[in-house]
């Protein structure tokens, strides 16, 4: 999916976003975000903060939900997908790592 332009302005003005993923057994879970950007055109990207039972579910079942919304325009957006885990070893790590640092 190609984020448009009302996404990016969105993720970059809200401060929480809710990323929720599912177990095997399909037992869901739901868990705030604070560091989190898109990447490119067609991803969003979530820092990994002591968020163990979220790294876990997402190798089990790669399909996540993630909501956002900008508190000042009370307006947001609801978005699913699939996920993936970039390990440090990534090439794309440090990219990423940059956005969410900077």
């Known amino acids: 999916m190609k984020l448009t332009a009302e996404i990016k ?3 970059s003005t809200s401060v929480l976003c809710w990323l ?3 177990s095997a057994e399909n037992i869901p879970n739901v868990s705030p975000k604070e560091i989190f950007s ?3 055109n067609d991803s969003i990207i979530v ?7 979220t790294v876990r579910n997402i ?3 790669k399909n996540v939900c993630i ?8 307006k947001g957006f ?3 997908g699939t996920a993936e885990i970039i390990e440090k070893s ?4 440090s990219k990423m790592e940059n956005i969410l640092t900077s």
Do not use: H, M, R, V
């Open 90 to 93: 990534s090439s794309e790590f």
């Open 38 to 40: 898109y990447f490119e």
């Open 59 to 61: 190798k089990q079942n």
């Open 67 to 74: 909501s956002f919304i900008d508190i000042l325009k009370q």
């Open 20 to 22: 929720a993923t599912s």
């Open 47 to 53: 820092a990994n903060i002591a968020s163990p039972q």
């Open 9 to 11: 302005d969105s993720l």
């Open 78 to 80: 609801q978005l699913k």
